[in-house]
């Protein structure tokens, strides 16, 4: 699958990549060579353990490189009063009666306990460029759904890191 990722998700995503293989590979190497020094290896967890966090560490990297490489780059541009990429959104749910604040984010920056919600989601994909006032119909499956009322917009600095390390 193709990520959408920003300018900004890329570079960030390239930091980590950078400090997995000059940093974390390093340390990873020195691990299983000092752990193989414990002597019997079928019996040595230090030695087991080590081998896993180093592959733990270049399968990431595998993953991080494979993501950069199928990307594609969308703009966190948006016209100042719509949804958009990195802005906090005031909601109400009308079925609850209850207001909430969220903010709309790349899929690697998301964060349900953050409020920070995907643009792949379905919240985030039915409130995506609409306005102040506008009432949105949030469909969770065919058919089903619930409303929402946007309240406010407010742009907002989102400086997650993607790091896993």
Known sequence: MKEK??????????????????IVRKEAIE????????GDLSE??????????KNKNESRIRY???????????SEDSKEDEVGLNKKITLYFEDD??????VLVTSILGNSLENRISIESPMGKAILGHKVGERVF???????GYYVVIKA???????????NY
């Open 153 to 163: 917009i407010e742009v907002v600095d989102v400086d997650a890191p993607i790091r």
């Open 64 to 74: 991080l490189e494979r993501m950069l490489k199928n990307a594609t780059v969308i």
């Open 5 to 22: 990722l920003t300018k900004s998700d890329i570079e960030k995503i390239q930091e980590e990549i950078d400090y997995r293989k000059t």
């Open 44 to 53: 040595n967890f230090e030695y087991h353990a080590a081998k896993k966090n």
């Open 138 to 144: 949030i469909e969770i499956s065919k058919g089903n």
């Open 97 to 102: 009666d209850l207001e909430e604040d969220y």
């Open 31 to 38: 691990a299983v060579k000092s752990a193989r020094e414990y």
